[in-house]
């Protein structure tokens, strides 16, 4: 069974801060790695994805991915109350037309 | 520009009473196409995925059917709805970078 593992949270941080939110999973093949954002009571928004192992950057976002430990993170630069949402890590193994995602980890931004 | 439309947004429904979910893609050709469920407190389950017409996967045994008549239309079926099936509903595509879009999403309530 392929699995994508995120802590729940509440992940509570001061207005400013950085948010750091990590992601494990179980199939060494998977090959893209996806970060959405969910706010409550609306569909998930794809923010953030990364394919190679490292960092990317998109504004206050950066994704970081490590394989060899099967580990992709996302960091929240300056963080502001409107990015208090469920963050969710979503992956697709090769060869596949399928996306497994984690339980996603609830962010606090406080202000 | 490519959109994804999903309705109804709210649907109330009673115990053994038949489900239908419209979602269509505009702007885009031969997508990959797929239903979720998120259950309250839960994460995303893939239910349903289509690589073309007539082409319809299936994740999850359970009273719920898809099919896809169209290129770009997906339909979520049920003949009798059980309290289970409550949730929130979500249709999603693939683009070339391989993320979703997600449509709004409808919420079941099943009574």
Known sequence: ?111 | SQTIHQWPATLVQPVGSPLSLECTVEGTSNPNLYWYRQAAGRGLQLLFYSVGIGQISSEVPQNLSASRPQDRQFILSSKKLLLSDSGFYLCAWTGQLGGYTFGSGTRLTVV
């Open chain 1, 1 to 111: 069974q392929k699995e994508v593992e995120q802590n729940s949270g509440p992940l509570s941080v001061p207005e400013g801060a950085i948010a750091s939110l990590n992601c494990t999973y179980s199939d060494r093949g998977s090959q893209s790695f996806f970060w959405y954002r969910q706010y409550s009571g609306k569909s998930p928004e794809l923010i953030m994805f990364i394919y190679s192992n490292g960092d990317k950057e998109d504004g206050r976002f950066t994704a970081q991915l490590n394989k060899a430990s099967q580990y992709v993170s996302l960091l929240i630069r300056d963080s502001q109350p409107s990015d208090s949402a469920t963050y969710l890590c979503a992956v697709r193994s090769s060869g596949t037309y399928k996306y497994i995602f984690g339980t996603g980890t609830r962010l606090k931004v406080l202000a």
